[in-house]
């Protein structure tokens, strides 16, 4: 290859996505350029090949590309200039990722730190970095009181451009505190990336897999279900996220979840034979796998189907490799450290019995008999005579207006019920529970936990029921705004076929989920939900200013997702609906978003289109009631011919003056 070949596939290796075949193109580039004069395009080729190890699951394969880039970068310092900065911040990814091998040893990861730090200090850049991964380096050793003294350096050294973006550092400063056994510290580094204040390409994504067993251990667990919501969605499938998806899967299996927790490692299933990845990664993927298989054994499913084989054989197989590695990590340090987490890893006992996460997700059955997805909340074990009577109240005190009264009725029925419980009566309880805390203010939290309870214990009993809670708790996380978690539950059962409502219900949840996608700005999905909707009420001549409003979300959410064609026909459809209504106002608001998609296409046709909107708010009948709709009208013309390209002068004068349209 040429210069120029190899320039014209580096910009074609920057469309491919992560993964191989990616890093496969780029290591054939680097070949080729090897053999070339220009030092400048090799350096620019192993820094693409660096990043696509580092997010491609490959950083063991880093160093070789990296001892070859310092020395082109140290013997032709002028070729390479512009590229300094690139090559210090991979310098200091590819020695985080020294850091994390167990096969580097400990000599020579400190070697490559001192040269990291080293280079920063020539070229004036901060320590900061530096002393986050020595940090990391002594958290691993055990040895918490540098690790700590290292960390505190790094949060009190001055921020510089190669420091990490605030949201990756905060992530470091809150597994440092939950390393050491402070969850509540690490809840508050982690806080800003939790509640969307900081973001960047993989996070939340990370903080949220890590935050979900501290908050559950912290008993915060509306914020853990929330972080699990929230946080799965962005890791599924994401190979360089593997570890969080292990973190997933054993938040499941501390949570009386092991049905949801063994739906996720099927997804995953092709990872646990996948072993050319990062070990690090790969020990905290395989090591949450392990707990959930461990528990699934425990519960009595040796036999469970994991890929091909069965739980106990693939444990039997990752216990292998577990002790593997943390052997070969135990003697990189010289202690037992890495072997005793593990084991206390694999030894824990469920955080909770059940936090329902409104994922429907039934254990296979057991001899014959199926079990249910969880266990009950409580352990208390007592009479179920003892129990009807506190049922009966709750519903004589639901009926009497006092739903505080009836809430206390029902939770002294599950406790004193305890495991004796049939599920069906559980689930009627949870249901009245549901409605005890629905009529109660500021209870929604609350609510949703005991709608999702309700909803989990009529699965397999009454899928109308079970329907009908689970919408309970996403229709009130949309309330709340929290249209993340919302969205979440919605997918799960939207396209069930006994959704217990008519054909206007049906379309009002189609409606919200839509509403929460359009609030993730994923407004494709959107308009599908807008149009199904609409599809429901086409023919419903009782609903037609309902029908009316969901083509025009529809038409919006098309526009949104660049879909221009399908855009311009929902906004006639739905400018049609509105003015046969006689609804003028959302009728001009559709004809003038009609105007402006022409008008980025064709803009004296758009100039023209609205030029009909606003003649027809001149009319006398129409002044009075749409004043309003007059001025934005004029407005927005306004706008447009501004915007618009270069127009004839003589197109131009008859609408240039506000006196002369007006």
């Known amino acids: 290859m040429n210069v120029e070949e190899v320039t014209a596939g580096l910009s074609e290796a920057a469309q491919l996505p992560t993964g191989r075949l990616k890093s496969e193109r780029l290591e054939l580039l680097a070949a080729a350029a090897k053999t070339l004069e220009d030092k400048a395009l090799e350096g620019r080729v192993l820094i693409e090949l660096s990043v696509a190890y580092e997010f491609g699951g490959e950083r063991q394969r880093q160093p070789l590309v990296f001892g070859r880039l310092l020395k082109i ?21 590819m020695t985080s990722g020294l850091v994390r091998n167990p096969d580097v040893p400990v000599p020579t ?24 991964l020595r940090s990391i ?51 508050d580094f982690w806080a800003p990336i939790l509640n969307g204040q900081m973001a960047c390409a993989e996070e939340p994504h990370r903080v949220l897999g890590l935050a979900l067993l501290p908050l559950t251990r912290l008993g915060r667990h509306d914020e853990a279900r929330s972080a699990y919501l929230r946080g799965y969605p962005l890791a599924r499938r994401n190979i360089s996220l593997r570890r969080t998806i292990g973190e997933h899967i054993e938040f499941c299996a501390l949570t009386g979840n092991e049905a949801r927790g063994l739906e996720i490692l099927a997804e995953h299933a092709n990872w646990l034979t996948d072993q050319d990845d990062d070990v690090s990664h790969r020990f905290r993927f395989v090591g949450g796998v392990a707990v959930l298989l461990r528990r699934l054994v425990l519960l009595g499913y040796d036999d469970v189907p994991v890929g091909s084989s069965t739980a106990a054989d693939v444990l039997a197989t990752l216990e292998k490799e577990l002790a593997a590695i943390s052997a070969r990590y135990d003697q990189r340090y010289g202690n037992t450290v890495t072997s005793e987490r593990l084991a206390a890893r694999l030894a824990q006992a469920p955080l909770v019995d059940w936090l329902p996460l409104g994922i429907s997700a039934p254990l296979p059955e057991v001899g014959g008999v199926a079990e249910p997805a969880s266990s009950p909340e409580v352990t208390t074990v007592e009479s179920w005579d003892a129990v009807r009577p506190d049922a009966i109240l709750a519903e004589q005190e639901l009926r009497g207006d006092d739903p505080v009264a009836a809430e206390e009725s029902v939770r002294r029925a599950l406790q004193r019920g305890g495991r004796l419980i049939p599920h069906t009566v559980a689930a009627q309880l949870y249901s009245l529970l549901t409605e005890a805390l629905r009529r109660q203010p500021e209870r929604d939290l609350d609510m949703i936990d005991a709608a999702l309870k309700a909803s989990a214990r009529w699965d397999g009993i009454s899928e109308p029921d079970m329907l009908h809670h689970r919408f309970i708790a996403a229709t ?16 799960d059962v939207i396209g069930r076929v006994d959704v217990p409502y008519d054909r206007l219900g049906v379309a009002r949840i189609r409606k919200q989920y839509g509403e929460s996608l359009r609030g993730l700005r994923q407004y494709r999905d959107a308009a599908e939900q807008f149009l199904q909707a609409a599809a429901l009420l086409q023919a419903d001549k009782d609903n037609r200013h309902a029908y009316a409003e969901m083509a025009w979300l529809a038409a919006e959410a098309l526009q949104y997702s660049g879909q221009r064609d399908e855009a311009l026909a929902a906004f006639e459809r739905a400018a049609a609906l509105w003015e046969t209504l006689g609804e003028p106002v959302p009728g001009v608001r559709c004809r003038r978003s009609i105007a402006w998609l022409v008008f980025r296409q064709e803009p004296q046709r758009g100039i023209d289109l609205m030029q009909s909107v606003l003649a027809g708010l001149t009319e006398p009948q129409m002044a009075e009631p749409m004043a309003a709709e007059l001025a934005e009208t004029e407005k927005q013309l306004d706008q447009m011919i501004k915007q618009a390209p270069i127009l004839e002068e003589s197109s131009a004068k008859p609408v240039g003056s506000r006196e002369q349209r007006s």
């Open 73 to 93: 970068y140290d013997e032709f310092p002028a070729e390479l200039g512009g590229l300094a900065h690139s090559i210090h911040w991979q310098l200091k990814w």
């Open 109 to 132: 990861v400190n070697r490559w730190l001192s040269e990291l730090e080293s280079r920063y200090r020539q070229r004036g850049y901060s320590p900061r970095p530096v002393f986050a």
């Open 137 to 187: 380096l002594a958290l691993s050793q055990g040895d918490e009181a540098v690790a700590s003294g290292a960390m505190e350096a790094s949060i009190a050294a001055p921020s510089d451009d190669m420091a990490d973006c605030d949201a990756c550092e905060r992530n470091d400063w809150g597994y440092w505190r939950a390393e050491v056994g402070d969850d509540e510290g690490a809840i």
């Open 476 to 491: 009130t996380y949309y309330r709340l705004g929290r249209h993340t978690e919302a969205a979440a539950l919605y997918e």
